[in-house]
């Protein structure tokens, strides 16, 4: 008997072995196609760096903006 489940245990597992062995190739994974898809907007990114502003104007744009934020704030 126990020679006999042995034999049936063997063949279910060596069917299982074949059968995971036949199967196609699965498709790409989609973390694939999303580091294709990073490198080629990489590749093409062509926009240069902006010069880089002085502390100054960058110190005016900020006010200008803060300014523009009060009085859309205060404006009934």
């Known amino acids: 008997m126990k020679r006999l489940l042995a034999l049936v245990a063997g063949g279910l597992g060596l069917g299982a072995l074949l059968k995971r062995r036949a199967r196609p190739a699965e498709a790409p994974s989609p973390a694939d ?44």
């Open 33 to 76: 196609d999303l580091r294709a898809k990073l490198a080629e907007a990489k590749a093409q990114e062509a926009d240069p760096v902006p010069e880089p502003e002085s502390v100054d104007e960058r110190r005016a744009d900020v006010h200008a903006q803060a300014r523009r934020a009060i009085d859309d704030l205060g404006a009934p």
